[in-house]
């Protein structure tokens, strides 16, 4: 050490910063073989050294390092602009060996710029601002003129062209003013107190509640994805992108890429088949396939089908019925199973070139933080070789070995698992495998054989970019780009595969697509429209950082999505029967065209049977009236809908318990009669369809059921007991009769319903899926 703090000293560096970057190995290790190499062809004195410091701190592709050496030390780089220039130069053309007379060009070697040429420019800048500049006088922003003095003299010293602008400026104004030395008045905030609208650059999560808003984007999802919308690189560009590792066949293997794709985007999700999809996915499947979309690409459906013994049919079919009904249809479907023959080949490379190792630590050894090391890292390549075909072979018992791979994570995780032993069937290869690869070792290798072009993951994966550059680059295949972005999650809801399979075993909830849940099969059997989903995640927009929200966002898109598209009918939960004493038809019975978009009649019309009985609700019936109250009583007459009467009271007809079960009314033309109050809805007692209504309300009590400190008795202790109400005798016009599960209606003055899965021809049943107007009680 002492030996480098002395070579590092000489070349410029202070003690303090020499210490630390001997610290760093990787960087230590360039900046003493740039020393070494420079030592050979110039003095070493500080603007050197510090240039050459610079190029081991940046410096990712050491093949350049001699190229960068010599221009520094023939002095054709002499400044750290000229050597951004440089590094600019090699990201954009990775190419070994570089063009020198290209790279010269681009690093401005040889290019002086004269002080004419200063005045010059700068001469022109001061006269494209000078009404600015005379009515801000000093206050003047100087950073936007230097900044455009920059691109003109892009090789031009900093100092001279300052002082320049500054001469110029003082010959326009003349000197300083007590006005000039005063502070500029401070610039009103807009944003008020209240307001809490994080940037994108904020580590906190968005979250949406009671006093705060999240700033919604306005711009539709595709608008959001498209092109330049998004700083995604272009496909065959891979290497442009921040952190992406080049190597010698970087460029050959991205040429072969583009002649394969053709230079089309491709994504793809690729979802563990080992449970039903959530809320959370919606955005995933919006992003991967929507960013494919939006940019004339595909997007794959790929099932990470690596853990047998949790997958099972019902998940695969569900994963792709999801898919299609937000509206996505994928390119391909595929398996990472497809590919286990490939990634056991690459494991095999891996093992030969000594960068993965047989490992017979157990599992609860190498968990958690900082596990201890392996002991059998630095066994022989022989001998993991046949270890790993003994655990191929099935020689090796189950949890006794594992494949690791010799690197660290970004996260600090050091040798990560890739093959593990597994004595279960697999659905698709039978018992061909009992090992079978992780998550870190499949990802990257089988978006390498699609031919991804963008590997779209959540925030959490970040940790795991590093390695899937590295294993890709390690077995010498096509690399794709990893991109992450924030998760979204919805409050007073879990979505955990684990904890939802608590909630049926224990009762709280039939199954996975029980309508309380935020599953995708819960929400469509509740009856939220797939358009109001997608619509959902587009509003949350395109974002690194996690989001957290309330339900009522939600049900807010999905509101606004079903008075657009859900047809309107009627229907009493409680039925009260009425008589109709004096019906002005002695048939008993008048046909009434109704609109289904009473807004819009141009959208349709269904005709309803009105008759001489006929039900409303029994809370639209009051003994006496207040002057607040609008509905039906003894002493106020109400309008029927669509119907053109006004009803009035003539008498009630009750049980012995004293209970209301009938009423008795007479009726007049609303062209005759006084205005009403009010108009209720109303079923006919010919032709009526019994029905059961379910209703369901919030699941937990807590916004976040899963946080111990709010809920320290776990989130099962947090359940509302009450969360199903039950109308078994509902009445409902006849026309909805025989409808189609999962067909959606608005029940005039009730709210939007779904037809239940449960339905039968005898009888129709309906969820509600939303009330007209959000309950103020959920605020």
């Not at 809490?196 to 906190?204: F, I, Q, R």
């Not at 978009?597 to 009236?625: C, H, N, Q």
Request: hydrophobic share 35%.
């Amino acid at each position: 050490m002492k030996d480098l703090l002395t070579l590092f000293v000489g070349a410029g560096l202070s003690e303090k910063k020499a210490v630390e970057t001997i610290k760093n190995k990787n960087v230590s290790a360039t900046f003493e073989e740039a020393i070494t190499m420079a030592a050979n062809k110039c003095k070493i004195d500080k603007t050197v050294g510090n240039l050459l410091y610079q190029v081991a701190t940046r410096l990712k592709d050491k093949k350049h390092l001699p190229l960068l050496v010599g221009f520094i030390c023939r002095n054709k780089i002499t400044t750290e602009l000229q050597l951004a220039c440089a590094f600019d130069y090699l990201k954009s053309h990775p190419s070994y060996p570089a063009n020198e007379e290209e790279f010269s060009k681009a690093c401005g070697v040889g290019v002086v710029v004269s002080p004419e040429e200063i005045e010059e420019v700068i001469e022109s800048i001061v006269k494209e601002n000078q009404s600015e500049l005379v009515e801000q006088r000093y206050h003047f922003n100087l950073g936007k003129a230097l900044g455009e003095a920059r691109k003109r003299l892009k090789f031009a010293d900093g100092k001279i062209v300052k002082n320049e602008l500054d001469m110029q400026i003082l010959d326009l104004l003349g000197p300083k003013t007590d006005a000039d030395l005063a502070p500029p008045p401070k610039k009103k905030d807009k944003k008020s107190k209240g307001d809490n609208v994080p940037t994108t650059k904020s580590k906190k999560p968005n979250t949406m509640s009671d006093n705060s808003e999240i700033q919604l984007e306005e711009a539709s999802l595709m608008d959001q994805l498209r092109g330049a919308a998004l700083k995604f690189h272009k496909p065959g560009e891979n290497y442009k992108t921040e952190g992406y590792v080049i190597n010698e066949n970087t460029m050959k293997l991205l040429k072969e890429h583009l002649e394969i794709t053709g230079g089309q985007v491709r994504s793809r999700f690729p979802p563990e088949p080992n449970g039903i999809l959530h809320i959370g996915h919606a955005k995933a499947i919006n992003f991967n396939f929507g960013y494919a979309k939006a940019n004339d690409g595909v997007c794959f459906l790929r099932y990470d089908d690596t853990n047998p013994e949790k997958e099972e049919e019902k998940f695969f079919t569900g994963i792709l019925d999801m898919v299609k009904w937000l509206g996505y249809t994928p390119y391909k479907v595929t398996h990472a199973s497809d590919y286990f023959q490939d990634l056991y080949e690459h494991a095999i490379v891996l093992i030969k070139k000594n960068l993965a190792y047989v490992c017979h630590q157990k599992h609860k050894e190498i968990q958690g933080k900082n596990p201890p090391p392996s002991p059998w890292r630095n066994r022989p390549i022989s001998e993991s070789l046949t270890l790993f075909e003994d655990m191929r072979k099935g020689k090796v018992t189950e949890g006794d070995a594992t494949l690791r791979m010799k690197m660290i994570m970004e996260d600090g995780k050091q040798d990560p698992v890739a093959y593990r032993i597994k004595f279960t069937s697999h659905h698709r290869t039978g018992d061909k495998w009992c090992i079978y690869p992780t998550y870190d070792f499949t990802h990257c290798l089988c978006d390498s054989i699609e031919h991804i072009t963008h590997s779209l993951c959540t925030k959490e994966f970040q940790a795991r970019r590093s390695s899937y550059y590295w294993l890709c680059n390690s077995v010498d295949i096509y690399c794709p780009v990893q991109w992450e972005y924030g998760r979204l999650n919805l409050q007073y809801t879990v979505v955990s595969k684990r904890k939802i399979t608590k909630l049926i075993d224990a009762g709280v909830v039939r199954d996975w697509d029980d309508p309380r849940l935020f599953t995708l099969t819960a929400l469509r059997r509740r009856g939220f429209p797939p358009e109001a989903i997608n619509n959902f995640c587009a509003k949350v927009g395109v974002t690194g950082n996690l989001v957290i929200l309330e339900p009522p966002l939600l049900e807010a898109c999905v509101r606004t999505t079903l008075n657009n598209v859900a047809p309107r009918r009627m229907a009493v939960l409680e039925p009260l029967k009425v008589v109709i004493s004096n019906f002005p038809n002695d048939s008993g019975s008048i046909d009434i065209s109704v609109p289904n978009f009473p807004a819009d009649e141009s959208r349709g019309s269904r005709t309803v049977k009105l008759t001489s009985t006929i039900y409303i609700e029994k809370t639209d019936f009051s003994e006496t009236a207040d002057k607040n109250y609008k509905r039906f009583a003894t002493n106020q007459s109400v309008g029927l809908r669509h119907a053109g009467l006004v009803l009035t009271f003539e008498r009630a007809v009750k049980d012995d318990s004293g209970h209301l079960t009938e009423l008795h009314v007479r009726c007049d033309s609303v062209d005759v009669a006084p205005k009403p109050k009010g108009f209720i809805h109303w079923v006919s007692d010919q032709g009526r369809v019994v029905a059961e209504v379910r209703i369901y309300s919030r699941l937990f009590k807590h916004k976040n059921p899963e946080d111990p400190a709010v809920v320290p008795g776990g989130f099962l202790t947090d359940c509302n007991t009450d969360t199903l109400e039950m109308h078994e005798n509902v009445y409902a016009e006849s026309s909805l009769r025989g409808a189609e599960v999962f067909s959606k209606y608005q029940f005039e003055r009730l709210g939007y319903f779904c037809v239940d899965p449960d339905s039968l021809k005898e009888k129709m049943v309906f969820n509600l899926t939303i009330p007209l107007k959000e309950d103020p009680k959920k605020k």
